[in-house]
């Protein structure tokens, strides 16, 4: 009997990632993957390719969830929806790409100026060119600034430069997460908490976005993600029961020379938690 293997947070070349989707559809399906939802940074460019082809890409083979990951923010502090299972035509996502493109392209410009200030020359034509038609991120202008030689690696610039706290840390233009979650549940998806044990705040302000995201409409949390600690999703499955949300897993797949995070890998999901795939 097949068992069905589920990785819901995946990137391609059309944000960060550094596969093509064919590419990231073939090592799915090498790694055993049968439900594969593709969620690149505010764009659904990934799932247009798709649907361009002629039939689905190995249909098949594996399942493809279409889905995106929509930059937000809480309490002035950075923090990333995925939306699954959407409607990709929908006018609600098409707002929502073209509303956070556009806060993209501010962003490098502000990240620019600031580097400016620090001496550097001006990155923005060139991180802009190194991304091409892909959705501008910082790893684009960190590796621009090491085809530059202004750092050494693309781990110097995020920790000098780019990182949290860092002068390139830019987070405080993304719309609310209200907005964010509004706008998947207009695309008829499901919104989900990406990997809340990564967002540096205190176990009382933990709880308040939780309570915020399940207020604003939000209905499931990544319980397992990749490269996550022992532990970590024993506690998001008490926090799944608390809130009444559903539980997604994803690997955050960027890059296959990453070998801390590997497609199709994550820790075990509780028993007691109820699957999001269940809400498709």
Not at 63 to 79: A, F, H, R, T, Y
Not at 105 to 117: D, E, N
Not at 141 to 165: H, N, P, R, W
Not at 251 to 256: E, K, R
Request: hydrophobic content about 40%; some cysteine.
């Amino acid at each position: 009997m097949l068992i069905n293997k589920y990785d819901l947070h995946t990137h391609t070349k059309c944000s960060d990632g550094s596969l093509s989707v064919t590419q990231l559809i073939d090592l799915a399906i090498d790694r055993g993957v049968t439900h594969l939802a593709i969620t690149d940074h505010d764009t659904v460019n990934a799932h247009l390719q798709l649907a361009q082809m002629n039939g689905s890409y190995k249909e098949d083979e594996i399942n493809i969830i279409k889905g995106i990951e929509l930059s937000s923010q809480w309490n002035n502090m950075g923090i990333h929806i995925v939306g699954l299972n959407i409607d990709i035509n929908s006018i609600a996502i098409k707002n929502a790409v073209a509303h956070q493109t556009q806060l993209r392209l501010q962003r490098v410009k502000t990240i620019a100026k600031k580097l400016t200030h620090r001496g550097f020359p001006d990155i923005t034509e060139g991180a802009m060119r190194l991304a091409g038609d892909s959705q501008i991120g910082r790893p684009h202008i960190a590796q621009y600034m090491v085809d530059e030689g202004m750092v050494s690696t693309v781990a110097q610039a995020f920790t000098k430069y780019l990182g949290a706290g860092k002068v390139g840390d830019v987070s405080n233009i993304w719309p609310d997460l209200e907005l964010v979650v509004k706008w998947i549940n207009e695309a008829g998806g499901v919104a989900v908490l990406a990997h809340p044990s990564r967002y540096k705040m205190t176990r009382t302000k933990g709880r308040r976005l939780m309570a915020d995201f399940c207020d604003a409409g939000g209905q499931a949390i990544e319980v397992c993600a990749g490269n996550q600690v022992p532990g970590v999703a024993e506690e998001m499955a008490a926090i799944c029961n608390e809130f009444n949300f559903h539980a997604s897993v994803g690997s955050d797949f960027h890059n296959p020379d990453y070998k801390w995070v590997r497609l199709g890998q994550y820790p075990k999901l509780p028993k007691a938690c109820t699957p999001v795939w269940e809400l498709f």
